[in-house]
């Protein structure tokens, strides 16, 4: 799809619109002009950075998926909570690489967001060729268990998902 040059994300620049009424807590000319100023500014100095989003193959799963990691999210947040809160624990933290099927620069994104999001894990690095992704995590007990929980509960139905082309 071919981006108007002179508006390339018309959502994002209303969103920045409204986000600068919300911050400035005032609507008037003045405002209102500024707000679109930037909004338009914003988007138009960042088109380089964006990626084309490939169509989602199956809309319905992408959102069963959303609803998962955000169920595992609240999860993730109990356990570090209690491991925190909680009696002394020995924590095993430790670096993991997981070896990736994903291809699709958008699902790649979006796999590396989700273990930043989900807390005791972050992202640390992406490979050069993208083929693996180094995770930190809060308590690795089992690296080799950890690998096949984020393949089966994340990448899978990322590659369900997204139709990844391998490049």
Same mark, same amino acid.
């Given at each position: 799809?071919?981006?108007?040059?002179?508006?390339?994300? =018309?959502?994002?620049?209303?969103?920045? *619109? &409204?986000?600068? /009424? !919300? @911050? #400035?807590?005032?609507?008037? $000319?003045?405002?209102?002009?500024?707000?679109?100023?930037?909004?338009?500014?914003?988007?138009?100095?960042?088109?380089?950075?964006?990626?084309?989003?490939? =169509?989602?193959?199956?809309?319905?799963? *992408? &959102?069963?998926? /959303? !609803? @998962? #990691?955000?169920?595992?999210? $609240?999860?993730?947040?109990?356990?570090?909570?209690?491991?925190?809160?909680?009696?002394?624990?020995?924590?095993?933290?430790?670096?993991?690489?997981?070896?990736?099927?994903?291809?699709?620069?958008?699902? &790649?994104?979006? /796999?590396?967001?989700?273990?930043?999001?989900?807390?005791?894990?972050?992202?640390?690095?992406?490979?050069?060729?993208?083929?693996?992704?180094?995770?930190?995590?809060?308590?690795?007990?089992?690296?080799?268990?950890?690998?096949?929980?984020?393949?089966?509960?994340?990448?899978?139905?990322?590659?369900?998902?997204?139709?990844?082309?391998?490049?």
């Amino acid at each position: 799809m071919k981006r108007n040059s002179w508006l390339p994300y =018309p959502l994002l620049s209303l969103s920045l *619109l &409204l986000i600068w /009424l !919300l @911050l #400035v807590n005032q609507v008037s $000319v003045g405002h209102l002009l500024l707000g679109a100023f930037l909004g338009w500014a914003i988007a138009l100095l960042t088109r380089m950075f964006w990626i084309d989003a490939r =169509p989602v193959a199956h809309p319905v799963k *992408l &959102l069963r998926f /959303l !609803l @998962l #990691v955000l169920l595992d999210i $609240v999860r993730a947040n109990i356990e570090v909570a209690q491991r925190i809160l909680g009696p002394q624990a020995s924590l095993r933290p430790g670096f993991v690489v997981v070896p990736l099927d994903l291809r699709d620069e958008l699902a &790649l994104i979006m /796999l590396a967001s989700i273990i930043s999001l989900t807390p005791g894990t972050v992202s640390a690095d992406l490979s050069d060729d993208r083929r693996r992704l180094l995770l930190h995590c809060l308590d690795v007990a089992d690296p080799a268990a950890l690998v096949a929980e984020v393949k089966a509960r994340y990448e899978a139905p990322l590659l369900e998902i997204f139709p990844c082309s391998p490049s």
